[in-house]
């Protein structure tokens, strides 16, 4: 495996919603990690203000609080991120189970971004080829269609 280029800005890609606290301690220990190694980060864990922040932490389901920002207010603010201010997104654990890393996901396809695992378990980082990331996001994809028609026959 080779490590992911450090001359671009990467942007973390994972799971948020539905996890305790926004899943944020993990978004926040692979930033460090990665700034540690070098890289450039952009963490969604650590866009919004003190207070969103800290509510975000004492949530314990990891859902959106009625009348705060919607699921669309973030992930439009952080596709618009992946497609204007990055050259690379760096996938966390769960990103295949989430919408919005998903999104995120194909939005860097499109732009052509560069791609990298990052193992929370074993704190390391390996670079992943797009077509690999294509490939994977399109069965995820398939899985949720299938998904969806059973739900609706």
Known sequence: MSLPDKSVSYYLAGPMSGIPQCNFPAFTKAAQTLRDWGYNI???AELDSPDM???????????ITPGGPTWGDFLSRDVKIVADKVGGIILLDGWRKSRGAKLEVCVGLLCKHKFARFYNDTER?????????AFTLSE??????????????
């Open 42 to 44: 952009i963490s969604p």
């Open 53 to 63: 922040i800290a509510a975000a932490m004492a949530n314990t389901t990891g859902e």
């Open 140 to 153: 995820e994809l398939e899985k949720s269609e299938s998904s969806n028609k059973r739900r609706r026959a």
């Open 125 to 133: 980082v390996a670079s992943l080829d797009p077509a690999y990331v």
